[in-house]
Structure formats: structure tokens, C-alpha cells
């Protein structure tokens, strides 16, 4: 079993819905952080977070830390969203270090 | 601000070939992280540095992978010799560190064959 799982692993809708991204892990943990990768390969981090909830335009992350849970919420959901999602964590293992486990991914298509 | 820089963007080679792979943090940066991404496996850490020192390089494969991070603007990536299995996109990033939230910046990436 991996140390992070996200669900769904693909997820198509329509332009504007509501979208959700799951992430679950097993370790406990010190960080946990959203990445967004476009078609093209590139790699932006959406968010950091350790606590509570983040949000950022359309973009909203929350984590609940006891349930070991983090979602990932687009709201009015644009073609342009349309990327893969990987959520990756920081092991509270080892003080200070900051390696990151990284989830397989959600692959999101939104169809104009 | 460039952004993370990395070079080169794409490279293919011969089995048995020496490979670099060269990454240029973000200005004022000083924790600096590699990994690399494949169809099979995802993004895997490799190694990261702060201050330019190596902290955790329990994710480089074997010795066949090396870095180093000679100064703070600079940092490289090395396998000899390369593998058709080393294939795979390799990706830079950086950070402030202990700047607390705050996130890493990817580089473009380099995407690695190896015939």
C-alpha cells in the first residue's frame, strides 16, 4: 500500500462544475503540498499546508490532519484546469527533513 | 526572476554514456531538490540540499547517480554510466528555507532518453 493515495485517478466534467480531489495518507506528517502539472510537464506548487484550509482564486485545499485527509477543490471549473494533481507529503519522521512522498496523481480533463 | 533554469531541456544518448544535468536555483534559494519522474513509478526524490549541502540521498539509485551542489547557484546531476532504465524526466526545484509556507518552485525539467 502506498504511503499517499489519492482518488480519483481520472475525473472528467463539464465546464463549471464543482471539482474534488481526494488525498489520504498513512505517516504522520509535518506538510503536505499540491501540485499541479499542465500537458506540457511543468510542475507548479499550488499549496502548502499543515493545517486548516488554503485558498487561492478558484483553488481551495483543506487538510484534516487526525483523519490523515487532504481535498483539493476547484470551484467553476475552466478547460485550462485541466492538468494532473499530485499531492505530496513531508514525513514528520525526521526532523528537518523535508523529502517528499508523492501521490500517483489525478488526472483532470474538463470539457468546455 | 527566471524562474528555477535547467539544462538541457531534452537529451538523448547512448547507453553507457555519461549524462549531467545541470539546474540554476532561484536567486536567494538555498534549498535545493532533485527528482525524477517516470511512467511507472511518479515522482521520486532523489536528493535535496541546504545550503548547499546534501541532506537526504536515500532516494539516488545507485552509485551510478551522483550530484553535487558546488555553490549556491548550481547544482548538478550526473549518471555514468546511463542505463535505457534511466529514462525519465528530471525535475529541479528550490525554496527559501524554513520561510515557513513556503512552497518549492519546478523547474522546466529535462527529459532523458537513453538508447
Same mark, same amino acid.
Given at each position: 500500500?502506498?504511503?499517499?493515495?489519492?482518488?480519483?485517478?481520472?475525473?472528467?466534467?463539464?465546464?463549471?462544475?464543482?471539482?474534488?480531489?481526494?488525498?489520504?495518507?498513512?505517516?504522520?506528517?509535518?506538510?503536505?503540498?499540491?501540485?499541479?502539472?499542465?500537458?506540457?510537464?511543468?510542475?507548479?506548487?499550488?499549496?502548502?499546508?499543515?493545517?486548516?484550509?488554503?485558498?487561492?482564486?478558484?483553488?481551495?485545499?483543506?487538510?484534516?490532519?487526525?483523519?490523515?485527509?487532504?481535498?483539493?477543490?476547484?470551484?467553476?471549473?475552466?478547460?485550462?484546469?485541466?492538468?494532473?494533481?499530485?499531492?505530496?507529503?513531508?514525513?514528520?519522521?525526521?526532523?528537518?527533513?523535508?523529502?517528499?512522498?508523492?501521490?500517483?496523481?489525478?488526472?483532470?480533463?474538463?470539457?468546455? | 526572476?527566471?524562474?528555477?533554469?535547467?539544462?538541457?531541456?531534452?537529451?538523448?544518448?547512448?547507453?553507457?554514456?555519461?549524462?549531467?544535468?545541470?539546474?540554476?536555483?532561484?536567486?536567494?534559494?538555498?534549498?535545493?531538490?532533485?527528482?525524477?519522474?517516470?511512467?511507472?513509478?511518479?515522482?521520486?526524490?532523489?536528493?535535496?540540499?541546504?545550503?548547499?549541502?546534501?541532506?537526504?540521498?536515500?532516494?539516488?539509485? =545507485?552509485? @551510478?547517480? !551522483? +550530484?553535487?551542489?558546488?555553490? $549556491? #547557484?548550481?547544482?548538478?546531476?550526473?549518471?555514468?554510466?546511463? =542505463?535505457? @532504465?534511466? !529514462? +525519465?524526466?528530471?525535475?529541479? $526545484? #528550490?525554496?527559501?528555507?524554513?520561510?515557513?509556507?513556503?512552497?518549492?518552485?519546478?523547474?522546466?525539467?529535462?527529459?532523458?532518453?537513453?538508447?
Amino acid at each position: 500500500k502506498n504511503e499517499v493515495e489519492q482518488s480519483p485517478q481520472n475525473l472528467t466534467a463539464q465546464e463549471g462544475e464543482f471539482i474534488t480531489i481526494n488525498c489520504s495518507y498513512s505517516v504522520g506528517i509535518s506538510a503536505l503540498h499540491w501540485l499541479q502539472q499542465h500537458p506540457g510537464g511543468g510542475i507548479v506548487s499550488l499549496f502548502m499546508l499543515s493545517s486548516g484550509k488554503k485558498k487561492h482564486g478558484r483553488l481551495i485545499a483543506t487538510i484534516n490532519i487526525q483523519e490523515k485527509h487532504s481535498s483539493l477543490h476547484i470551484t467553476a471549473s475552466h478547460p485550462r484546469d485541466s492538468a494532473v494533481y499530485i499531492c505530496a507529503v513531508i514525513g514528520r519522521s525526521n526532523f528537518g527533513n523535508e523529502k517528499l512522498t508523492f501521490g500517483t496523481g489525478t488526472r483532470l480533463t474538463i470539457i468546455p | 526572476d527566471a524562474g528555477v533554469i535547467q539544462s538541457p531541456r531534452h537529451e538523448v544518448t547512448e547507453m553507457g554514456q555519461e549524462v549531467t544535468l545541470r539546474c540554476k536555483p532561484i536567486s536567494g534559494h538555498n534549498s535545493l531538490f532533485w527528482y525524477r519522474q517516470t511512467m511507472m513509478r511518479g515522482l521520486e526524490l532523489l536528493i535535496y540540499f541546504n545550503n548547499n549541502v546534501p541532506i537526504d540521498d536515500s532516494g539516488m539509485p =545507485e552509485d @551510478r547517480f !551522483s +550530484a553535487k551542489m558546488p555553490n $549556491a #547557484s548550481f547544482s548538478t546531476l550526473k549518471i555514468q554510466p546511463s =542505463e535505457p @532504465r534511466d !529514462s +525519465a524526466v528530471y525535475f529541479c $526545484a #528550490s525554496r527559501h528555507l524554513r520561510q515557513e509556507g513556503e512552497t518549492q518552485y519546478f523547474g522546466p525539467g529535462t527529459r532523458l532518453l537513453v538508447l
